[in-house]
């Protein structure tokens, strides 16, 4: 059963709110979709466990325990998680000084910064000490290098390439017999991707394959199996692909 919550899509700095920083967290107790949506406050994304995913336009961003989506006040947006993702959000007031841009972002989620967020969650915190810790928090939030992002082309052109990988991400067909299928030179496609997705046919294959690597292991599927799920013939060409894009080896994820 998917469950679909509704929230408002607001303007940045609509609402007037006290906070700084505030914190939120929660348990989805079934698989949850939440509407177009968006804040008057900037919103920090990230999970304690699972994954989680946020579409911005034609922009798929994958939400993990390491890598956090920056989410400027205003912004449009739709998420979705399965049941069990402890996810957790941070809200940043408008006009709050950050190094982050006002489009959204990946956030690597280090130790130093999960400890000073989960240090803002204390009761009793003194006003002093808050306003200490907020102000390290601003000062370490820094865009991540890397990101677990696909951009999704919406050509006719390339529509039936992104529907069959997606939904099948160990499809083994080449640049070269998609061209034949759909009776253009691969010359064609290859411009078509850098133009729509900002990068190339394989490395647009490779990002949707960790994007699905991840819901995988996130929900304890071994290293090999999901390996041969996301279409690589061997743990080790999975791995290495993996770490290009995550920064991490497929072991070291699943135990997060």
Request: charged share 20%; proline share 6%; hydrophobic share 45%.
């Amino acid at each position: 059963m998917r469950v679909t919550r509704n929230l408002p899509a607001l303007a940045a700095g609509e609402m007037d709110v006290s906070f700084v920083i505030k914190g939120y967290e929660e348990v989805v107790a079934e698989d949850t979709e939440w509407n177009e949506h968006s804040h008057p406050w900037h919103e920090l994304l990230w999970n304690e466990h699972g994954a989680s995913t946020a579409v911005v336009g034609s922009q798929v961003w994958c939400i993990t325990p390491t890598l956090g989506l920056w989410m400027p006040a205003g912004q449009l947006h739709s998420a979705s998680a399965i049941a069990g993702t402890s996810f957790r959000a941070h809200f940043f007031r408008y006009g709050t000084t950050s190094a982050l841009p006002d489009v959204p972002v990946a956030v690597e989620i280090t130790p130093l910064l999960q400890l000073l967020l989960e240090r803002l969650g204390e009761t009793g915190l003194p006003p002093e000490s808050r306003a200490v810790t907020e102000a390290m928090v601003l000062d370490v939030l820094r865009p991540s290098e890397r990101a677990l992002l696909v951009q999704l082309p919406t050509s006719e052109l390339l529509r039936p390439i992104v529907s069959a990988v997606r939904a099948d991400p160990a499809n083994q067909r080449t640049l070269t017999g998609w061209a034949s299928s759909l009776g253009c030179s691969p010359r064609t496609l290859t411009r078509a991707f850098r133009a729509e997705a900002g990068t190339s046919f394989a490395r647009w294959v490779a990002a949707v394959r960790a994007q699905h690597a991840v819901q995988l292991l996130i929900q304890g599927f071994e290293v090999d199996i999901v390996a041969e799920a996301v279409g690589y013939r061997s743990a080790s060409a999975f791995g290495a692909a993996f770490r290009r894009t995550t920064g991490m080896t497929p072991g070291r994820f699943r135990a997060h």
